[in-house]
């Protein structure tokens, strides 16, 4: 939470070169953006698995098995 205004007083006083700063304010925007549309794709596939619907079964399942996959890959990577 006090992560923008440390790097604002920084920036200010001349210890981080600016670059660097726009570089890391795009990426943290970059994040919240891809949390956000993260959250709603998870509200809508729940609101299914609620209802029932066999798409939101199918859905979970996809993304199960891409974070399995995903973990398996890091696993062995590191």
Do not use: D, H, R
Not at 62 to 77: A, D, M, R
């Amino acid at each position: 939470m006090l992560g923008p205004f440390i790097i604002l007083e920084m920036t200010s006083k001349g210890e981080i070169p600016t670059l660097f700063t726009l570089w890391s304010l795009k990426i943290l925007n970059m994040l919240a953006v891809g949390f956000i549309i993260f959250g709603i794709i998870a509200l809508i596939v729940s609101y299914g698995l609620l209802k029932g619907y066999s798409w939101a079964w199918w859905c979970e399942i996809i993304l199960c098995v891409i974070g399995i996959v995903y973990g398996l890959f890091t696993f062995l990577k590191a």
